[in-house]
């Protein structure tokens, strides 16, 4: 139970009002050295902070919990709570307590989200942090996503009335001009979520594709938002309503106009995009409201399409291990791999190029040509990493900067970060010749020597953190400031040294120089020596056995030493801020150069990890074709250890090489096959050199993956379920151009349900779709697709065999598989023999049984090896356990197929 309001002593009284004000955040209220936390807030604390909680009376011999966090501390425990998705206010103490008269006046500063973070501490270096704002009229849908911290303002509109779900995808093979590529937010460490149902309504789809594929920090929505009730879980996002009692007098767009400083937002593509202008304006009224005063400029908007970039849905960039792999983490993963980036901005670049390939070949093949640039140039590259690599975070410095939050060490950094421009600039700047992209990124680069001058002359080499205390500004800035300095400096001792020369001058053996709050400097002379005080002394006091007296000379070291530092501090503090704002005046021109040189420093890391690991530049051709030659797959080939990795080729177009049915025992190394090829695709579409001796490459529209079985059981789908989903959101999705990637479809169900299901599919692919698609599959039944049907082919992975031993050649080559290695596998697997006896006693029973499905003689024979691979393939481990005493090798194929039914249900029931 909150306390009431007339119980409270006013203190407690000013808290409650800040808590109307700020209802459902946590207060952390400015108490001298702490930020404490009340009521209901204090007991979150202490549970979610590990605070110790105490009690307070706050009227008569009532209590209310409290706990409190020292403020230098502050960062660290609102990490904890944003991490946990709070949201907490800052109420600060508006006067110093010393000197106020009666209750100090307190007021929310700042109101901390999971998507408005500035704090450096509280924010991922190498990752975006995004506000995602939400705004449909149930027939469009508006996005806005702002990264505060590093300025980044991006718009787009979905719009599904024209019966799309999605726009399609826009893929410029021509050589066109290009489309600005903003730069978004690419997944790292947070939960996928659970494709959604292809049956839910078109325009929720595609904003929580897009929403889920930008994995914003927070979203924001209206509490009447159309899509609001029905917005499934988006990455693990928090997802925040916004009620609609506020008056709003602006329109969104007139919102907009204001805060830009413009008549029209027509400069910005803007215009007729109602749903999203009413985005962006919402995100603004959302940072306005939490950052308050403190907001950092945000300089401008872009906005963009979705159809601009290759779609890669949180299931392919999860299957791919694009930016976290299968088991959590960063390790072994695309971007671990290619991150050879020397700055945040770099950093966070190469992620959303990664997740957002391109579809426009001009484009494409310009990154490629500045990537060949810098590998056949390595002076070049080595020279342009070494710049960058002392270029500190501009984005974010800026972002700070124009916020006015900035202390002394982020202007020496940016300082430090500028000097470098002239010497990158001069690098691009081309001798000989310099590829088209290079040359524009130096254009695009400003040497802002201006600022990085006004930065050295003003910001002292090792500033402290604090700003009212000193140190800030370099000698030689401001003479009124080194004056100061030195009066500070030297005053003290220039009044020492006084003592000695005026006991010489006046030979008065005693004569004291001392100091008091009344009068200050003074000498002191004991009565004894009265008459030989010089005419120039004035008397100001009189003791009882000595007088003090004041020279002209001493009182003006004394008005220079007394208060010089705290004058100095003053002052310094004063010139800071002017520097600094001077500095945000600049802040579109240091951010453009920050974009331009977060470009050049992703290039490099390309053209490293393509001179490092042997890529090539790939060929983006005309059309639907993929030919690749000596293929690779980029993280498996760094991790195979003592085997060399085996490279392959693939082929595939609309023509005779549509479908591949690859074929071979588990272990053989399908799986890496597939993924190789789909990662070629993408790396050469992100503008990379790609892990092959060569690649020719049609464009396409989007990769679909359907990989492995693992069951969700954090959300309780069946993996069966999960699988259905995938493969229909395949089909209703994919075009001519998109490239599939199914790895073991149907292995959820039974193996008859599986297989005609795997059938149905390939079909379905072939005749409605004519996507490129590779099929790894068990069912080598699928064989027999080929025969029917021209455009499918069937491959399979080379094993080699040493009597009853079998090598993985890890090559693929053209045809199918009907050689059974069920004997060698179950070797590999060390069965022994009892549980097999059992299982054919078992089988012998079920066989009397009536069969509902009986094979044709034809077809057993080519289930009969893979029905015997599944066996180990599928079966859950007490299955295993029974399997090892199966002679798998000896059993019909019918016999086969009985076994793994009845073990199947076995293990089922
Ligand atoms: P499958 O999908 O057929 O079960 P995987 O693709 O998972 O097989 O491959 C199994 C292992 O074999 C991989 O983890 C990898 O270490 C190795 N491997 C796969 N392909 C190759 C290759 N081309 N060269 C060398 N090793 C490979």
């Not at 149902?197 to 594709?209: F, G, K, M, R, T």
């Not at 671990?336 to 957002?356: A, C, H, N, Y």
């Not at 790609?690 to 049609?698: D, Y």
């Not at 031993?805 to 009907?818: C, M, N, P, Q, Y």
Request: with cysteine.
């Amino acid at each position: 139970m909150p306390p009431k309001d007339s119980d409270l002593t006013p203190m407690y009284r000013q808290w409650a009002q800040a808590k109307r004000d700020f209802p459902d955040v946590l207060m952390l209220f400015r108490m001298g050295d702490f930020y404490e936390m009340f009521a209901e807030d204090a007991e979150i604390g202490a549970r979610e902070m590990g605070l110790t909680l105490t009690a307070r009376k706050y009227a008569g011999d009532k209590r209310i919990p409290m706990c409190g966090v020292p403020y230098h501390a502050l960062d660290r425990y609102l990490r904890l709570l944003v991490e946990k998705g709070f949201r907490a206010a800052i109420c600060e103490q508006m006067e110093d307590p010393r000197a106020a008269k009666g209750l100090v006046k307190r007021q929310v500063t700042r109101v901390v989200t999971p998507g408005t973070l500035t704090e450096d501490e509280l924010l991922p270096e190498d990752d975006h942090n995004f506000l995602v704002a939400i705004h449909s009229d149930g027939k469009a849908a508006g996005i806005a996503a702002v990264d505060v911290s590093t300025g980044d303002f991006l718009v787009t509109e979905v719009d599904c009335r024209a019966g799309a779900r999605t726009p399609p995808a826009v893929i410029t093979d021509h050589q066109s001009g290009g489309v600005h590529a903003p730069a978004l937010q690419p997944d790292t460490t947070r939960p996928e979520a659970l494709p959604l149902d292809p049956q839910a309504d078109p325009l929720l789809i595609a904003v929580v594709e897009e929403v889920r594929r930008l994995r914003p920090a927070e979203v924001i929505i209206r509490e009447n938002d159309p899509l609001r009730g029905a917005l499934p879980d988006l990455g693990g996002a928090i997802v925040t309503s916004l009620k609609d009692d506020e008056p709003v007098f602006l329109s969104a767009a007139e919102q907009l106009c204001k805060h830009f400083g413009v008549d029209s937002l027509r400069g910005y593509g803007l215009e007729g995009l109602s749903a999203a202008t009413g985005a962006a304006a919402q995100a603004l009224r959302y940072l306005q409201a939490t950052h308050m005063a403190a907001l950092p400029r945000l300089a401008s908007i872009s906005v963009y399409s979705t159809n601009q970039f290759m779609v890669i849905d949180a299931t392919t960039r999860r299957n791919l291990e694009l930016i976290e792999s299968l088991r959590g983490g960063k390790q072994a993963t695309l971007v671990e791999l290619l991150d050879k980036t020397r700055t945040p901005m770099g950093s966070r670049l190469l992620r959303s190029w990664i997740v957002q390939p391109l579809l426009d070949r001009r484009q494409i093949e310009q990154r490629l040509d500045a990537i060949e640039n810098l590998v056949q140039d390595t002076i070049l590259l080595d020279a342009l990493s070494g710049h960058l690599r002392s270029i500190y975070d501009l984005e974010r410095l800026t972002s700070r900067i124009t916020a006015g939050t900035a202390n002394a060490r982020d202007l020496r950094a940016l300082g430090l970060s500028l000097a470098r421009l002239p010497e990158v600039r001069q690098e691009l700047s081309g001798k000989g010749e310099t590829a088209e992209l290079l040359a524009q990124l130096h254009v695009q680069m400003d040497d802002l020597g201006d600022v990085s001058d006004l930065l050295a002359r003003a910001i002292a080499d090792e500033p402290p953190v604090e700003i009212t205390k000193g140190g800030l500004i370099r000698e030689g800035f401001n003479a009124e400031l080194d004056e100061l300095s030195y009066a500070a400096a030297h005053g003290r001792e220039w009044i020492a040294a006084l003592q000695d020369q005026e006991r010489a001058r006046t030979g008065i053996k005693n004569l004291k120089i001392g100091f008091n709050n009344v009068f200050g400097y003074y000498i002191e002379v004991t009565r004894s020596f009265q008459d030989l005080v010089p005419e120039d002394y004035h008397r100001k006091q009189t003791l009882t056995n000595a007088e003090r007296y004041v020279t002209p000379e001493l009182k003006e070291w004394e008005s220079k030493v007394l208060g010089a530092d705290e004058r100095a501090q003053e002052l310094e503090h004063k010139l800071f801020c002017e520097v600094r704002a001077t500095v945000a005046e600049q802040s579109e021109r240091v951010l453009a150069t920050a974009r331009a040189l977060a470009q050049v420093d992703v290039l490099c890391g390309l053209a490293q990890a393509a001179v490092e690991y042997g890529y090539s530049k790939p060929e983006i051709i005309e059309g639907h074709e993929l030919q690749i030659v000596g293929g690779r797959h980029p993280v498996v080939e760094r991790a195979t250890g003592e085997e060399p990795f085996v490279p392959n080729d693939v082929r595939l177009d609309c023509d005779s090489n549509q479908l591949m049915i690859i074929t071979g025992p588990n272990m053989a190394g399908k799986s890496t096959y597939l993924r190789q090829v789909a990662l070629i695709a993408l790396m050469a579409q992100m503008g990379s050199f790609v892990p092959a001796s060569s690649a020719r490459l049609g464009l396409v529209d989007r990769i679909f993956t359907r990989v492995g079985a693992s069951d969700d059981l954090a959300t309780g789908q069946s993996t069966f379920m999960v699988e259905m989903t995938e493969t229909a959101n395949i089909l209703h999705n994919a075009t001519d151009r998109s490239l599939i990637i199914l790895d073991e479809i149907g292995r959820g169900t039974s193996t008859f349900d599986g297989l005609s299901i795997a059938w149905a599919v390939a079909e379905y692919i072939i005749k409605q779709i004519g996507a490129k698609t590779l099929f790894a599959t068990h069912y080598h039944h699928l064989n027999e697709l080929a025969e029917i049907l021209p455009r499918v082919k069937n491959l399979r992975v080379l094993v080699r065999e040493e009597g009853d031993r079998v090598t993985f050649l890890r090559k693929i080559a053209d045809g199918g598989t009907d050689r059974s290695y069920g004997i060698q596998v179950a070797r590999l697997a060390g069965l022994p023999q009892e549980v097999i006896e059992r299982a054919k006693e078992v089988l012998r029973t079920i066989e009397q049984d009536d069969l509902a499905v009986a094979p044709s003689a034809e077809s057993t024979k080519k289930i009969a090896p893979t029905v015997q691979l599944q066996l180990f393939e599928a079966a859950p481990s007490p299955t295993v356990e029974k399997l090892k005493k199966v002679d798998v090798d000896t059993l019909t194929p019918v016999e086969a197929l009985l076994l793994l039914k009845e073990l199947q249900e076995e293990a089922e029931g």
